[in-house]
């Protein structure tokens, strides 16, 4: 077909070739996990979605990749960038996101949570299981009628002699069915703190939410907290609202990451059928309208690749501010929304179909745009840092 051979087309959706401004490392575990993503997990995703079901089976062929647990170093960890942490969520949620926000769950929320937060006798307990996923574990913030509100939790830790008892109701959370530990947040008579609750718990109870339209591949529940005895030793050793935004600081550049991968998997669709299909004897490809949206799409993928680049290097500075983070996310979730929404209409009535994933990723994205701080959420934290007045109490 004329102007196929000419197309400026590459798997890596790199118009600016940021891949040149990776280190060997990076691009090495970059490329591991893709193979894994597109050789294990791609196979699955479409019926796993389908079904509501997590593929449970992939997690001993994810822990090989050794890439769980290196976001921190030490206790069985080994260690990697901010950047290469990214770029492993951007490979996994190309394929499939739900799997990779199981995958930022375990590896981002909880052992950031516990390797930050934690004791040396938690970290020496857990990090190692959580690394090699012989431990699965949750990250339980939201409630019913508090998100990122997370200074109002309703959920109360009372001491009673050598334990403390949790009252309360979470919701959303993520592995809350399969979980070994659940790190609960709570309001105990010192403020806000962190409990390990190992599972199964008789105070204990989850319930996966029904009727899902988004990342139906992983399970997230309702968890009810009645009367929950955790020994005072499975309280995090650091607590308070600022620990828990330390967490969320650093999960909002995964999930920029995460977004982005999306964005690429949509465009990548989107331009291999407008090459492919033909309209009035040509390509669609050819007609100048849809080469302006996929310039659009692939400019704002672009710009997104060099924000989240620089941000993932002034995090392994220790420089990055709450501000970047929550603008990394509320920015690259609305792109790769838009990017999605016009990737569908480049497809047609084709977009709507699984075989070509395009709406099944637009489903997911509704997901990502709401967690980790809606894009109104995100935004205030912004507007805070930027003007050094707080839009909220």
Same mark, same amino acid.
């Given at each position: 077909?004329?102007?196929?051979?000419?197309?400026?087309?590459?798997?890596?959706?790199?118009?600016?070739?940021? &891949?040149?401004?990776?280190?060997?490392?990076?691009?090495?575990?970059?490329?591991?996990?893709?193979?894994?993503?597109?050789?294990?997990?791609?196979?699955?995703?479409?019926?796993?979605?389908? &079904?509501?079901?997590?593929?449970?089976?992939?997690?001993?062929?994810?822990?090989?990749?050794?890439?769980?647990?290196?976001?921190?170093?030490?206790?069985?960890?080994?260690?990697?960038?901010?950047?290469?942490?990214?770029?492993?969520?951007?490979?996994?949620?190309?394929?499939?996101?739900?799997?990779?926000?199981?995958?930022?769950?375990?590896?981002?929320?909880?052992?950031?949570?516990?390797?930050?937060?934690?004791?040396?006798?938690?970290?020496?307990?857990?990090?190692?299981?959580?690394?090699?996923?012989?431990?699965?574990?949750?990250?339980?913030?939201?409630?019913?009628?508090?998100?990122?509100?997370?200074?109002?939790?309703?959920?109360?830790?009372?001491?009673?002699?050598?334990?403390?008892?949790?009252?309360?109701?979470?919701?959303?959370?993520?592995?809350?069915?399969?979980?070994?530990?659940?790190?609960?947040?709570?309001?105990?008579? &010192?403020?806000?703190?962190?409990?390990?609750?190992?599972?199964?718990?008789?105070?204990?109870?989850?319930?996966?939410?029904?009727?899902?339209?988004?990342?139906?591949?992983?399970?997230?529940?309702?968890?009810?907290?009645?009367?929950?005895?955790?020994?005072?030793?499975?309280?995090?050793?650091?607590?308070?609202?600022?620990?828990?935004?330390?967490?969320?600081?650093?999960?909002?550049?995964?999930?920029?990451?995460?977004?982005?991968?999306?964005?690429?998997?949509?465009?990548?669709?989107?331009?291999?059928?407008?090459?492919?299909?033909?309209?009035? &004897?040509?390509?669609?490809?050819?007609?100048?309208?849809?080469?302006?949206?996929?310039?659009?799409?692939?400019?704002?993928?672009?710009?997104?690749?060099?924000?989240?680049?620089?941000?993932?290097?002034?995090?392994?500075?220790?420089?990055?501010?709450?501000?970047?983070?929550?603008?990394?996310?509320?920015?690259?979730?609305?792109?790769?929304?838009?990017?999605?929404?016009?990737?569908?209409?480049?497809?047609?009535?084709?977009?709507?179909?699984?075989?070509?994933?395009?709406?099944?990723?637009?489903?997911?994205?509704?997901?990502?745009?709401?967690?980790?701080?809606?894009?109104?959420?995100?935004?205030?934290?912004?507007?805070?840092?930027?003007?050094?007045?707080?839009?909220?109490?």
């Amino acid at each position: 077909m004329n102007g196929v051979k000419t197309a400026r087309s590459s798997p890596e959706v790199d118009f600016f070739l940021t &891949d040149l401004l990776l280190t060997d490392e990076e691009r090495a575990i970059r490329d591991c996990v893709r193979l894994f993503a597109e050789g294990r997990l791609r196979p699955v995703a479409r019926q796993a979605w389908e &079904d509501a079901e997590f593929p449970v089976g992939l997690l001993p062929a994810l822990a090989a990749l050794d890439a769980v647990g290196r976001m921190v170093k030490g206790h069985g960890c080994p260690g990697m960038s901010n950047v290469a942490f990214g770029l492993v969520l951007q490979e996994l949620s190309r394929v499939d996101s739900s799997f990779s926000t199981f995958f930022n769950v375990q590896a981002g929320l909880s052992v950031t949570t516990i390797a930050t937060c934690g004791s040396e006798e938690q970290k020496t307990h857990w990090l190692p299981r959580l690394a090699r996923c012989e431990a699965i574990a949750a990250f339980a913030l939201t409630e019913p009628d508090h998100g990122s509100d997370a200074s109002h939790l309703a959920t109360r830790a009372v001491r009673n002699g050598d334990d403390y008892v949790l009252n309360g109701t979470k919701r959303w959370i993520g592995n809350a069915t399969i979980c070994d530990v659940a790190i609960i947040w709570a309001r105990a008579e &010192d403020g806000i703190a962190g409990f390990l609750v190992e599972v199964p718990n008789s105070g204990f109870s989850e319930t996966v939410i029904e009727g899902k339209l988004a990342q139906r591949g992983i399970w997230q529940a309702d968890i009810q907290l009645e009367g929950c005895r955790v020994p005072a030793a499975n309280r995090l050793h650091q607590g308070g609202f600022r620990a828990v935004a330390q967490v969320l600081t650093i999960s909002r550049h995964y999930v920029a990451w995460h977004a982005i991968g999306e964005a690429m998997a949509c465009y990548e669709a989107a331009l291999t059928h407008a090459l492919r299909g033909e309209q009035f &004897d040509k390509p669609i490809a050819a007609f100048q309208l849809i080469q302006a949206k996929l310039v659009r799409m692939l400019g704002e993928i672009a710009k997104a690749q060099l924000l989240v680049l620089q941000l993932g290097r002034l995090l392994d500075q220790g420089r990055a501010t709450p501000g970047m983070t929550a603008y990394a996310k509320l920015s690259c979730a609305a792109m790769a929304r838009e990017v999605a929404a016009t990737a569908r209409e480049i497809l047609g009535g084709n977009g709507m179909l699984q075989d070509h994933d395009v709406m099944r990723h637009l489903c997911d994205l509704e997901a990502v745009v709401t967690y980790e701080g809606t894009h109104d959420m995100n935004a205030v934290i912004v507007g805070r840092e930027i003007t050094g007045l707080g839009a909220i109490n």
